[in-house]
């Protein structure tokens, strides 16, 4: 595909996530979740902590981060924090290539009993088709609906990635998906994401395997295509040379 061609298809698809057909999360669980919000205190983008000091989103998300809460409408000073970008050198804007971040907090996260980061998959393992995974985020539950400003999870199912690659790529879409993917939900179900929440991870056995990053035309009305994640074993070198040496690679 030509440049032109390339940012075309990118304008087609939805940069984000809220949870469709989701519950709302267990206060208990998912202790990792991060709002990354703009200068305005709004949120913006999901996120998952990886250890005290980063918070891994997608690389077309930004600013601050909240942590500890499930209610964005309870939070207060002590759960934000302020970060540096340590993108990947090979991310371009509005190519969803690459599509991931790491955020360094401006002070390491206080883990107690409502913050505490989540495992990553150790290795570039396989996921089996139809494995149960979930996925949350704060946001709409419906196409064009309003956001809920509480945590909710939905249960995914992983996608055969050449079968996702063949949905993509028939008409009208004609998408080629980015390499280093992940599909699950979206597609033979009705559960998924939707606009607003990337960067957000996909869990599967209590590991975060992938980071939330795009599906179709902002159509929530499922089944259409799979929902499309960044797999994050293949970034796996990337992100331990950040966790041990981040000033490498700041903005």
């Not at 000091?53 to 302020?82: I, P, Q, W």
């Not at 401006?106 to 139809?130: F, T, Y």
């Not at 992940?182 to 929440?197: H, L, R, S, V």
């Amino acid at each position: 595909k030509t440049k032109c061609e390339t940012f075309f298809h990118v304008f087609l698809l939805s940069l984000g996530s809220d949870i469709i057909n989701g519950k709302k999360a267990n206060e208990k669980l998912m202790l990792y979740m991060a709002s990354v919000q703009n200068n305005k205190g709004h949120h913006v983008c999901g996120g998952f902590l990886i250890d005290e000091s980063f918070v891994l989103t997608a690389a077309h998300c930004d600013e601050n981060v909240v942590l500890g809460t499930h209610n964005l409408k309870k939070v207060d000073d002590s759960m934000r924090y302020n970060v540096t970008r340590c993108k990947h050198p090979s991310y371009v804007i509005f190519n969803l290539h690459f599509d991931i971040l790491c955020l360094q907090l401006s002070k390491k996260a206080q883990l107690n009993k409502r913050v505490k980061p989540v495992p990553l998959i150790k290795a570039e393992i396989k996921i089996k088709e139809k494995a149960k995974c979930h996925v949350a985020g704060w946001g709409s539950t419906e196409t064009g609906g309003k956001t809920d400003n509480v945590l909710r999870d939905v249960d995914v199912p992983i996608v055969n990635l050449e079968d996702c690659k063949k949905e993509w790529a028939q008409p009208p879409n004609g998408v080629n998906l980015p390499a280093n993917v992940i599909c699950a939900g979206g597609y033979g179900t009705k559960n998924g994401f939707c606009q607003g929440d990337s960067g957000g991870p996909l869990v599967c056995d209590r590991k975060a395997v992938g980071v939330v990053s795009f599906n179709m035309r902002k159509n929530c009305d499922y089944p259409n295509v799979p929902n499309v994640y960044t797999n994050i074993s293949k970034y796996l070198p990337w992100i331990k040379k950040i966790l041990n040496n981040p000033r490498l690679t700041h903005d």
